[in-house]
């Protein structure tokens, strides 16, 4: 096993002035003492103690926990659900990758299709739990009791425009009398269960995580430095799982908790308990062959452990999290003199300039197109692996009827009002929720100058952008629409002609909250698909 320098962890300690440096003084306070104390890890100088993998698992042993480790695992939606190991790509957001832990079985679990076994598993023992329900890749959906951890200790992405950790209420059991017409796995033994894949809070995200370029969230770069995150129910787990990091030379000012609200969910090894799964999301790297090598080598950046105490504890759950309140009471109606006005004098030269005498067309309605995790939950329905970060608006299903069909989208830039720190549009096909074509923010400046009257100053604002089989002249503004079949890479990768196809719209994280924007505080983007007549 190797060394790490240093790790994050999630902690909610508040936002005020006064619990800041509370914490400050606390962790020096803390790195004082262990210094003091510890011999060989620290030099006349005063320099740290070093964080040490080791330690942390010896000091989880010596406290009488059982520690496995799993793995962080990039999450290729796209090229499993063309081989078919997977049913649906969850709406994946185009040219963001996503990364997930694989957990391994709890001790007296049985493992699932595909999975080692937990740690002196003995496959005799009547009284062992049911497997967790069979999905790809193993491991990447797992039941949890309420007295155990997952801890994730390693290096944050590379620089890029946004990246969010959370864990997820994944697939639950089916409700007795009630017909669930896709997305059902598990069988007689395991039990039956059907996709929630909600969101348990708030994610953490690049602008207020713990990481070592980052104390205690405080501004800084946490781009390829170290953090910790705790994935538990209790906090008397999590306490002690800090202290053991704690002796291992991890500091408290990188350490995250990632709660698991077990008054909302159903924890537990048995027969139709809850599984859950943890998301790790990346956008748009400001080097991408930096990035890509993250992902190529994130076992080498990354540990995972999950962590079982041997004796029975008394619980001492975590209370339900508060959530950050969605908008800053500050609209983009407010903020810009004429939203309304200017979308109108956009949507009539979009349709002067592409309505011709050879097209129709048609003005797609768009809504919000997601409940929020708690919310889906609650109602047994698809959150599809939401994000608070951010705003999910969907436009109305269509189809391309040729090759000649295009769909156009326009709106306001969010990230002009400050609304969001990226927004994107995808375009998905409705089948396998395959996001296969996608146009981020940083393409939209001047994208929307030629639909208003020349030189007119609030032009910078909107964008204007086409997706299409192919554009109609060199360097037009165009997203390019891969086809399914043939494809190289896969039938996930693309849609085909005379399939239910549909925009989405993304604005990640308004910056005035730490949170994705108030749907009620934006203009919504729009789309309008042409057909060759």
């Known amino acids: 096993m190797k060394k790490l320098s240093a790790v994050f962890l999630r902690k909610d300690m508040g936002n005020s002035l006064f619990q800041k440096m509370f914490a400050m003084i606390l962790v020096f306070s803390l790195s004082v003492t262990l210094n003091s104390c510890t011999s060989g890890t620290s030099s006349g100088s005063g320099a740290p103690v070093a964080q040490n993998i080791n330690a942390f698992i010896s000091a989880l042993q010596n406290d009488n926990f059982t520690v496995q480790e799993g793995q962080v695992a990039y999450y290729n939606s796209l090229k499993w659900a ?68 997952v801890v994730f200790v390693g290096d944050i992405a590379p620089p890029c425009v946004y990246f969010g950790f959370r864990s997820y209420v994944f697939f639950v059991e089916n409700k007795t009398g009630k017909v669930y017409t896709s997305g059902v796995i598990g069988n007689d033994t395991v039990g039956w269960y059907h996709p929630i894949f909600g969101s348990l809070g708030d994610q953490l995200n690049n602008l207020n995580i713990f990481s070592q370029g980052t104390p205690y969230g405080s501004s800084g770069v946490p781009f390829g430095t170290k953090t910790v995150i705790i994935m538990t129910a209790d906090q008397g787990v999590n306490k002690r799982v800090r202290n053991a990091l704690l002796q291992s030379g991890y500091s408290p000012s990188i350490v995250n908790n990632d709660v698991i609200p077990s008054g909302l969910v159903n924890m537990g090894l048995e027969k139709g308990k809850d599984t859950f799964c943890f998301l790790m999301r990346i956008s748009q790297w400001t080097d991408p062959v930096a990035g890509q090598n993250y992902i190529d080598n994130i076992g080498s950046k ?45 949507r009539s030269a979009i349709i002067r300039q592409y309505a011709t005498s050879d097209y129709t067309y048609t003005e797609l309605n768009t809504a919000i197109g997601l409940l929020e995790g708690w919310a889906a939950y609650a109602n047994d329905t698809n959150a599809q692996g939401d994000n608070r970060d951010t705003t999910y608006l969907k436009a109305d299903n269509f189809q391309f009827n040729s090759d000649s069909d295009f769909v156009i989208i326009y709106g306001l830039n969010h990230d002009k009002s400050g609304k969001s720190i990226y927004s994107n549009s995808v375009l998905y096909g409705l089948n396998l929720l395959n996001g296969v074509a996608s146009v981020y923010s940083s393409l939209f400046l001047h994208s929307a100058n030629a639909f208003f009257p020349h030189e007119y100053t609030n032009s910078e604002n909107y964008y204007v952008y086409k997706m299409a089989r192919s554009p109609s002249y060199p360097g037009e503004n165009c997203v390019i629409v891969p086809y399914s079949t043939g494809n190289p890479d896969g039938s996930a990768y693309g849609v085909d002609n005379n399939q239910d196809v549909f925009v989405a719209f993304r604005a990640y994280i308004e910056r005035a909250t730490g949170i994705g924007t108030s749907y009620y505080e934006i203009q919504y983007d729009r789309a309008i698909i042409f057909h060759k007549k």
């Open 82 to 149: 063309s081989e078919g190991l997977i049913p649906t790509c969850f709406g994946n957001n185009a040219g963001s990758p996503y990364l997930t832990f694989v957990i391994p079985p709890a001790p007296g679990q049985n493992p699932a299709t595909g999975q080692n076994p937990p740690v002196n598993y003995n496959p005799n023992d009547p009284n062992n739990f049911p497997a967790n329900p069979a999905f790809y890749p193993p491991g990447c959906l797992f039941k949890l009791r309420s007295d155990e951890a």
């Open 302 to 346: 990354t540990r995972l452990f999950r962590i079982t105490p041997n004796n029975s504890i008394s619980l001492e759950p975590f209370p339900v999290p508060e959530l950050k309140p969605r908008g800053s009471g500050k609209s983009e109606f407010e903020i810009f003199s004429n939203v309304t006005g200017d979308m109108e004098t956009l």
